[in-house]
């Protein structure tokens, strides 16, 4: 999947959870993600944060670093 595809993908989450407590909306972007990616998908987000994590939102940035 292409870098800006799967960027959008996880930033649409982290909309919708933004309207959440903080900590609420992370741990609920964290369980999207866990419950709805595959393991290829988690892979790919978490080399492009690894490499700096442009474009994502901080809730996606935060919910990928919460251990599983």
Known sequence: MKSEHM????NQ??????AYPHEEAVAGVA??????WEP???RQL???IAQGGAGLHALVLEAA???N
Not at 7 to 10: G, K, L, P, R
Not at 13 to 18: T, Y
Not at 31 to 36: I, Q, S
């Open 7 to 10: 960027v959008h993908m996880a």
């Open 13 to 18: 989450i982290a909309q919708f959870f933004a």
């Open 31 to 36: 369980d999207h993600l866990k419950k709805f």
């Open 40 to 42: 290829r998908m988690l």
């Open 46 to 48: 978490h080399e492009h």
């Open 65 to 67: 670093r919460k251990p």
